[in-house]
């Protein structure tokens, strides 16, 4: 597994699709966590409560393992999945894609929603802001006082985020560092404590 992943910025994609007087408004979010998702739906339904439907599919975690996709009330696979499609054609993940559909009158089929909510959804992909983020991991080293230029020496060489750290007789501090820089970092600080 790489330690590397691609996902979109926090401005959010606007695409569009229209076909049959039936308008689909589609909206890509970056999103970290499942509540996160659940408020960014309530606040679509909410919003475009006449709307016929609110489909959407997301992707979550660095191995893409977390995944969803909804038909909202369209036929089986004819919106969600399509939606979801497009994230990973795009080989994307830590994405909501939310696509809204106004119902014009007419039946489009299912041939006809599979790629209206395909095309919307690749449309607010192409207006998103696509990037690499770092798969970072979370250490946390304790030492005595005494041993704290040793271990700044280490962190200034190594470079890892400080998230958090506590200095006093026994001193803590919490690093984020990419992954396959954490065994290297571990290892260094535990050479430390037996110098």
Do not use: W
Not at 83 to 112: A, E, K, P
Request: aromatic share 10%; charged share 25%; with cysteine.
């Amino acid at each position: 597994m790489t330690d590397e992943y691609k996902t979109i910025t926090e401005v959010i994609g606007e695409g569009f699709y229209s076909e049959k007087r039936s308008k689909f408004l589609a909206f890509a979010h970056h999103v970290e966590t499942i509540d996160e998702i659940k408020d960014i739906l309530a606040s679509y339904r909410k919003k475009y409560y006449v709307a016929r439907h609110v489909c959407y599919a997301y992707v979550l975690g660095a191995d893409k393992a977390d995944f969803r996709a909804n038909d909202d009330g369209e036929p089986s696979s004819t919106a969600g999945k399509p939606i979801l499609g497009q994230i990973n054609s795009y080989d994307l993940t830590n994405v909501l894609v939310i696509v809204v559909r106004y119902y014009g009158g007419v039946n489009l089929g299912t041939g006809g929603l599979i790629v209206a909510y395909r095309t919307a959804a690749a449309d607010a992909l192409d207006h998103a802001t696509i990037e690499t983020r770092l798969v970072e991991e979370v250490i946390t080293y304790s030492f005595p006082y005494p041993m704290m230029n040793a271990v700044m020496r280490v962190i200034k060489e190594m470079q890892p985020r400080i998230v958090s750290q506590t200095f006093d007789n026994t001193c803590s501090i919490s690093m984020s560092i990419r992954q396959e820089m954490a065994p290297v970092l571990r290892d260094r600080l535990e050479k430390l404590s037996f110098e």
